[in-house]
């Protein structure tokens, strides 16, 4: 029988995969978006665009975080069997510029998820998108699913609250949710804002002669990268279990933003120095020194094997920004 899906955040990064691979999967899937998202669609354009997908497989409605009512009313239409809780402001360093709305979007729209799937006449199995930065200033590495929380960020605090509601209603009220502790998966559909996306960009660009200069914070900041198509595989594996649980999903291994830019610049075949600067703007107020994750249970208990390693995801970003720039201005002549 055809299952259903609900997905809060499917404009996303992780929510455009998500999507794709439920649809591959036969489900119908229904997304969540708000009213002010239109410019953020183009992520699933694609699938918008389909007339073998849209209104038959893929649904989308009107709705948002805070507006309990309407996210009620979703459900009751829906009457989703899975729900992927991706939604919510995702950029650390901007947490420390709006914490409260922050806090509102990761903590306390979980909650209102949470007693809304509880009250569904029939079980609903619940993905929960919890971060590596609840771990934060982290006392070991690799982390664990039974590392004690230390978040160092606003957006790590509101992510631990939701986490630990997670695991209280799940112990409370037996209800199937999973917490997804992911570390930082990019991709080429990683917003702009991110540094990640930001190198990428700046590699084709100066590649193409667009630019002739990248400004950036610490380049000694290490992180646990992964792909994120990969890691949309992972959620999906966790609602498919008989029990539910938590997962670190992540690649076991670091890299610095500046193995990221050297990486970068590598597939455009220049020398970073050249072009890099460093910009204390960018600097966090703390930066978690010491994020890598095991992904041991994961792979162990669910299977799950991710596909790229870190120079596959930066040739992928790289690549894509350059047929971006080629194909517009491919358009132009």
Request: charged share 25%; proline share 5%; aromatic share 8%.
């Amino acid at each position: 029988m055809e299952k259903t899906a609900l997905i809060t955040g499917i404009t996303g990064q992780d929510g455009s995969y998500l999507a794709e691979l439920l649809l591959e999967k036969g489900y119908a899937v229904h997304g969540v978006v708000r009213r002010t998202s239109n410019l953020l669609r183009s992520r699933i354009e694609h699938l918008r665009n389909d007339e073998n997908v849209y209104g038959k497989s893929l649904f989308l409605h009107y709705g948002d975080l805070s507006d309990v009512t309407t996210l009620r009313r979703i459900f009751s239409t829906v009457q989703p069997d899975e729900l992927y809780h991706l939604a919510g402001q995702s950029h650390v360093g901007l947490s420390f510029e709006i914490p409260e709305s922050t806090c509102e979007e990761a903590g306390m729209a979980t909650l209102h998820l949470l007693e809304i799937v509880r009250d569904q006449p029939r079980p609903v199995k619940f993905y929960h998108a919890s971060s590596s930065e609840i771990f934060g200033n982290a006392m070991e590495s690799p982390q664990t699913e039974l590392t004690p929380l230390q978040p160092a960020s606003p957006y790590g605090c509101a992510k631990a609250f939701a986490t630990q509601l997670a695991r209280v209603y799940r112990e409370s009220y037996g209800l199937f949710v999973c917490n997804g502790i992911l570390y930082n998966h990019e991709s080429p559909r990683r917003g702009e804002n991110f540094v990640t996306r930001k190198i990428a960009r700046a590699a084709a660009r100066i590649a193409r002669g667009l630019d002739n200069e990248l400004s950036l914070g610490s380049l000694e900041s290490r992180r646990d990268w992964g792909r994120a198509q990969d890691y949309v595989t992972a959620m999906w594996l966790m609602l498919q279990q008989e029990k539910p649980a938590d997962y670190v999903v992540a690649s076991g291994e670091t890299h610095s933003v500046r193995d990221f830019v050297n990486a970068a610049f590598a597939v455009v075949s220049l020398s970073p120095e050249k072009y890099v600067k460093h910009n204390s703007a960018f600097d966090r107020p703390a930066d978690p020194a010491r994020l890598v994750g095991s992904p041991a249970k994961i792979k162990a208990e669910l299977g799950w094997q991710p596909r790229g390693s870190f120079n596959d995801l930066v040739r992928e970003m790289v690549e894509a920004e350059l047929a971006a720039i080629d194909g517009h201005s491919g358009n132009d002549q």
